[in-house]
């Protein structure tokens, strides 16, 4: 078996098919959720409130993402892994550089960043350097003090406009990837109109091409009530691996994400 790649990626989009990806932090868990067959792996900066405890993702570092994606490459040949640019990460371009080179370094075949339209001069820069890019839109939780808390984005016409614009500007730039959170369906299906990459959704809906949940929240270990878009596939498996296979089967059969984990409106 192969590297899944960003070809495969975008035969996903073009072809309307679904794909997986789940958070991965460590080796141990990065070799199952790839045994499973869940075809991309995200060292997300969620780590900073599942395995660091924090109430927010801010506290995390680039040393810290970059340490967990190297546990995670030494572990996953046929996973496609990004890693996150964490909070500040990219304050200044100089910035940006050090931080996509350090985690590039460490093993990830792109960098995931949080924002919106600003983020077109820099998916230009890393292209240009060779770094592939997903950017992050609607929920982004870095910005959890600017929205007040983890809301639901895109609600109004005005803000479903400029996360549509935002979409439609960074595939036109050149971002290799999009994930969007949070957003009602109706958005994220005129998102999928306006771009031709491929969409990675968490809380977005069907429409996307690729489907992500946080490792602890699938295996129902995150304390406290669930989110709307998350689903325990612990229930009904008796291995952490065939919890993971449920998760990729739903994903790829279209039964995952279900109205109930939707936000319509
Ligand atoms: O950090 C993370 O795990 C993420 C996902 C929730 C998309 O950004």
Known sequence: MGRVTLSHLKQHRANDTRFSMVTAYDACFSAV??????????VGDSLGMVLQGHD?????TVDDIAYHTACVAAASPHSFIVSDMPFMAAATTQDAVH???????????????EGA?????LVRLFKDQGAATCCHLGLTPQFVNQ???YKVQGRTNEAAKRLIEAAHRLDEAGTDLLLLECVPNRVTEQIMDATQVPVIG???GPACTGQVLVMHDLLGITPGKPARFVKNFMQGADSIQS????YDRAVKDGTFPASEHCFVD
Not at 33 to 42: K, Q
């Open 56 to 60: 927010s993702t801010l506290p995390v």
């Open 117 to 121: 339209a600003n983020l077109v001069d």
């Open 147 to 149: 929205f007040g808390g």
């Open 33 to 42: 959720a790839s045994e499973a067959g869940i075809d991309t792996l995200l």
């Open 243 to 246: 919890a993971f296979s449920a």
């Open 202 to 204: 968490i809380g977005a």
């Open 99 to 113: 931080s996509a080179r350090a985690l590039m370094q460490a093993g990830a075949h792109a960098v995931k960043i």
